[in-house]
């Protein structure tokens, strides 16, 4: 029993899709999610909130495909329809589950709001399917499964929430496991490894393996940039885990050869993880001190679990003063040469780092833009610095962009550095 | 002549989209502008490179829709089929277009190379089609008028490339001018509004106006929820910028009048831009003391243009020594109440303001977990706090969650309690 790789659709139901008013996230995130477990997708689909029209799609999707995911419309909502439009093509009624009705109202009195009946709504069920815990939010998932003709096994239809947290966790704890499960035997999936690089650009990168990504055909490789950054997405297929490992390991080690040097990262290991993973191997802490990037280096550091082993704080010194201040810049340093320049940028780090009492400082000091450029300092320059024991070293950098890629950029950069400070690799200006 | 409001289709090609592997920014961007002239998108489908799904996805939308484009596919690799399936969908043959190969082989030379029998490919149009210009790529569009029943005007197919930049100009400079000029007189386009609220969640803010949402015909309104935010989006649809804006106007007095008190900002008004724009009017400056928050709150308040002007900075103080030593948190305060507490909120917030010297500060100390619960604490508990000359209050909230959702929902409350005080709203707890 089991069938190998299900064949899926996906249907994202919302209005502001349609209107591009946001971007699909959701369909990529479990796109990828199904590759993973052998899940073939061949058709995507988004309808806006018409009850009529998600039908039309659903109908359709039910007759060639194993599985129909519907993300999105399970909000207590006259315009969240997902639950009607299921119950419509199954042509099973929605009936109320009173545990589900239990946990919303618990999930309400444990903020101090009451349940209302627009939020009950939420607890309903099609007759002969089953909700789906929602671990993050208040609407469950849906499950039905149908049977096929002769009483084999038919399609299943499956709703998860449009929220994005709540739709990635009950994918990951009910959906995957589910259908996994309902494939049976070993799959034959997509195994992906993502390597991340930095101190390289695109189109260097592309030169740099030219021959390697021509004769690509089993893993995969694809480049993907994004500020401060770019990715190698290595893709092989394979029913087993070993196999597509050994394949895996076999394109990364050539690649390490020829640009490893450039390699940070792979996978989910940020640019923040693998700078506070270098901080715990070295049992040192690290504080920074924010001028450009307004705490988005402190914010990013934090954004890892266990980050308080090694990060002791930043300072945020927007304003003149604080650097002078708090942070100990002399004026001096200040009228001289400015605050966005090397010795404020210096004197930001080792200020930081003797006030923190921390083993290292990261610093970042520039002109995010649009406005405050001039005196043949422009949008988009910056100086970063990192100091440790030793003393401290200083980059100049020029990222015109808009005030979101300058601080993503620049706060990237500034992870980089301490990651490499940390690791001893010498720092290139 | 003419057909007001033409109902479209959006057909994304490409396997790589259906492994999730990228996220189809183009998708919404075509809607965004389809929209802005009043094509009503009633359909999106993502297939991938076969031609067999392909034409699958292309016979029902031409069957329904007055206009169906085509994004991707169209490149000069065997996996490219869009040219092939529309030729097989409306049974006319490709054709060389003279003009086409040309304009390939002059810009192949240009770049110092030859065109290739693959580059050609690209240089094919369906009998009684023709060829848009591509003038960032090579790959030209594609567009086929059919004929409808007893000769009246058919639907219309069109393709496009998938490279965004390649597909903005052409939809800029070709598509929407010709389906404007299909549609005749001027365009209905699609008007919105979003009301973005604070301190009310999406089933209350549902229930407060159900008799509005039940009623509603035009404008349309539709809740959105995101973590610490719920947005309304009200959407007109008109041929006049100046009768659209009166609708809105119209309804926005309506919502304010039940729910007033709840908007604290209109379209791209985000907290930080409202909270900046309180500070700005009151010729105020602001300090942060960060704990859970890491950072974010600080760098949201920068993500800002101008807002030097009234942001200092902040002290982000991850460590208790750090809230002791630098923000003045007194040790016994740390010691009988914990980091995460009430007195120690208020402390680091007066501390920050008194260190900075700044008009307001507000202060963030909570438990993002997943580690760090217990002793009655539990994760997703936060205290926040905002000082000025007055004195300081502070609220507890107890919001589980993800790290990100938790980090982003304190530092929106963070903003909130800060305008509200800044406007001399009350705070509520």
């Not at 009173?98 to 209302?116: D, I, M, N, S, V």
């Not at 002399?330 to 940028?345: F, K, Q, R």
């Not at 004197?347 to 009492?357: N, P, Q």
Request: with cysteine.
């Amino acid at each position: 029993m089991g069938k190998p790789n299900l064949k899926a659709e996906l249907v994202s139901v919302g209005t502001e899709l349609l209107l591009g008013e946001i971007v699909d996230t959701n369909a990529a995130h479990m796109s990828q999610r199904l590759a993973e477990i052998g899940v073939d997708v061949h058709f995507r689909h988004t309808v806006g909130d018409n009850l009529g029209r998600i039908v039309s799609v659903l109908e359709p999707a039910l007759s060639r495909s194993d599985a129909v995911l519907i993300c999105g419309g399970l909000g207590p909502t006259q315009d969240d329809l997902t639950r009607e439009s299921i119950a419509q093509v199954t042509g099973r009624p929605l009936r109320p589950d009173a545990a589900a009705q239990q946990h919303l109202r618990e999930f309400f009195a444990r903020r101090g709001y009451t349940a209302t009946p627009n939020n009950l709504k939420q607890a309903t069920v099609p007759e002969g399917g089953r909700l789906l815990d929602n671990t993050c939010g208040t609407a469950p998932g849906v499950l039905v499964e149908l049977e096929g003709a002769g009483g084999s096994p038919g399609s299943v239809l499956i709703a998860v929430p449009g929220p994005p947290p709540e739709m990635r966790e009950m994918m990951r704890r009910e959906v995957i496991p589910y259908l996994a499960g309902r494939q049976g035997g070993p799959p034959i999936a997509v195994h992906t490894r993502v390597l991340r690089l930095a101190d390289i650009g695109e189109s260097s990168l592309v030169a740099e393996i030219d021959d390697i990504i021509r004769e690509q055909t089993d893993p995969t490789i694809a480049p993907y940039a994004s500020p401060g950054e770019v990715k190698l997405r290595l893709a092989t297929k394979s029913a087993s885990d070993d196999e597509a490992a050994r394949r895996l390991d076999a394109m990364e080690a050539r690649l390490r050869e020829r640009i490893g040097r450039h390699i940070y990262g792979v996978d989910d290991e940020t640019m923040e993880v693998a700078a506070g993973a270098a901080l715990r191997a070295a049992g040192a802490t690290v504080a920074v001190a924010e001028s450009c990037t307004g705490g988005l280096v402190a914010s990013r550091i934090t954004d890892v679990p266990g980050s308080s082993d090694y990060f002791l704080g930043s300072v945020v010194a927007y304003a003149n003063e604080i650097k002078q201040r708090v942070l100990g810049v002399p004026a001096e340093t200040l009228e001289a040469h400015g605050a966005v320049s090397e010795e404020t940028a210096l004197a930001m780090a080792t200020g930081v780092r003797g006030l923190y009492g921390a083993d290292y400082a990261v610093a970042t000091t520039g002109i995010a833009g649009p406005g405050g450029g001039g005196d043949g300092k422009p949008v988009g320059l910056v100086y970063l610095a990192v100091a440790d024991a030793e003393g401290a070293v200083c980059l100049r950098q020029n990222w015109p962009g808009t005030r979101e890629q300058f601080k993503r950029r620049v706060s990237q950069y500034a992870l980089n550095l301490l990651r490499k400070r940390v690791l001893g690799i010498e720092v290139e200006g």
